[in-house]
Structure formats: structure tokens, C-alpha cells
């Protein structure tokens, strides 16, 4: 978890493109690069993602779960409750709770939902580099997002695909939630395995790596996803309800 969370700046990367698609119509693919096209098909089409509007996992010993269309949350462990539950976001929790419950409540959300969430409004695309690892040349699209869309704009990434099967493989990103500057150095996350649920392909484990001059090394123990739940039908509102003793947490 220590390495996950040294990272935790960057996943709110995504609180950028939070605006997606509520509906199951016919979508318009051609806005999207060729490259995005097909990364989203190989992983069961933006259309069939779009039809979903819940999703359940377990990582660590906590159990998250997000409503896909207006993107409440909610994570319950042993230790503590917290989450969004439209308007508030909330934390029951005593003293012991060191980290940052506006910035981890959906922390581990926006890196396991990809490629899809880099298809929300506001997204720009360009091209990039390809990177190759163990001998095999991933190629690549860089996303950024226009100015003004959510809290951290300024970030960019770069989405690797596998060159013949067009499956994501590796993400780099860079974190400007802090500093709210553009950066340079990008951090590394390497989509290790999947699975499918109900006809989409998601990630089930995640390991975050760094790079430094073509050497890359894995930061540590993997991220392990696990009682995957997706699903067509919406869970109930009082699912995402703040629980008694829960306070309000200002971002």
C-alpha cells in the first residue's frame, strides 16, 4: 500500500474527465484516434462500458464501490468508512487515519477504470513515443486535457498498448495536484493482468514502476484486484449514504 499511495497525487489525475457518457446510445467513435479506437474495442467497446452503471472490487483489505454515472463512492474496511455521496465527501474514521480522505476516497478508481475513463469529455490526444520493455516496442497515444477541465488539467499521460492484440500494458502520468504546475517526469503503472466482467475487460493486478534512462524497475509488491462485480443495474442510494459518525471532509 506504501507504494501505491506515494503515488496517490496521480490518481485524482482523472477527477479532470469525471464527465462520461449516462446512456447506452449509439456512440461516435470517430473523435477518438485510431489507436484509442481500438484499445477501447479489445477491451469490450465504450458502448458495452457505457451501459454499465456499477462497479464493485476488493484491493487490500477494502471493498470499494462506485456508482459509474455520477461517480459517488463509497470504501469500507476494517478500520475505517469513507467516500462521496454526491455533494458531501465523508470520513468516519478515528485519529489513526493518516492519509488525505478527500484525495483517497476515490484514489484506486480512475487507474483501474482505464482505458474507458480516458475517453470522457475534455480529453486531447497526440502523439507519442513508444517505449520498449523486455524487448517488446509498446506504442503509445499522450492524453492531456483542455484547460479548465477539472482540478488538475495540466496532467498528461501516456497510454502503451501491446502492438498486436491493441490491450493496454502501461500507463505514465504526471502529477501537477500539488504543485497545480505542469510537469515533466512521468510515474509508471504496468497493467498486468485482466479479466473480463460482463463483457468489458478490466485490470486485476497493477504495479507501479519507475524509469530512469531506458532501465525500469518495479517500486514493489503488486496491486491485486479482487470479487469484481460490474454491473448493468445501479446500486441503491443508500449505498453511498454517510454513515452516523461520519464528518464532513473539506478538499
Not at 4 to 26: M, V
Not at 118 to 127: P, Q
Not at 159 to 164: D, G, K, R, S, T
Not at 244 to 250: L, P, Q, S, T
Request: charged letters at 25%; glycine letters at 6%; proline letters at 3%.
Amino acid at each position: 500500500m506504501k507504494n501505491l499511495f506515494g503515488f496517490a497525487a496521480a490518481i485524482l489525475l482523472f477527477s479532470a474527465c469525471q464527465t462520461t457518457s449516462n446512456n447506452s446510445e449509439k456512440i461516435d467513435l470517430s473523435k477518438y484516434p485510431e489507436a484509442i479506437q481500438q484499445v477501447l474495442a479489445q477491451h469490450g467497446g465504450l458502448e458495452n462500458w457505457n451501459k454499465m452503471h456499477g462497479l464493485q472490487y476488493r484491493v487490500n483489505k477494502e471493498i470499494h464501490t462506485i456508482d459509474l454515472k455520477n461517480r459517488r463512492d463509497k470504501i469500507t474496511s476494517p478500520d475505517y468508512k469513507l467516500g462521496f455521496d454526491g455533494t458531501d465527501i465523508w470520513l468516519d474514521a478515528d485519529t489513526s487515519f493518516k492519509r488525505n480522505a478527500a484525495f483517497y476516497h476515490n484514489l484506486y478508481f480512475y487507474f483501474y477504470a482505464m482505458p474507458f475513463v480516458l475517453a470522457d469529455e475534455g480529453t486531447i490526444y497526440s502523439e507519442t513515443s513508444p517505449i520498449t520493455i523486455d524487448s517488446v516496442t509498446y506504442p503509445g497515444v499522450k492524453v492531456s486535457f483542455e484547460d479548465g477541465v477539472g482540478q488538475v488539467s495540466k496532467d498528461e499521460y501516456l497510454l502503451h498498448y501491446h502492438p498486436e492484440t491493441h490491450q493496454m500494458a502501461w500507463l505514465g502520468y504526471t502529477v501537477t495536484y500539488y504543485t497545480k504546475e505542469k510537469g515533466s517526469k512521468f510515474s509508471w503503472i504496468n497493467y498486468k493482468n485482466w479479466d473480463t466482467f460482463n463483457g468489458v475487460v478490466l485490470p486485476t493486478e497493477l504495479e507501479w514502476y519507475k524509469e530512469a534512462e531506458g532501465i525500469w524497475e518495479s517500486k514493489g509488491k503488486s496491486q491485486i484486484f479482487e470479487d469484481i462485480l460490474l454491473q448493468e443495474t445501479s446500486f441503491s442510494d443508500e449505498k453511498f449514504e454517510k454513515s452516523e459518525n461520519a464528518r464532513i471532509v473539506k478538499e
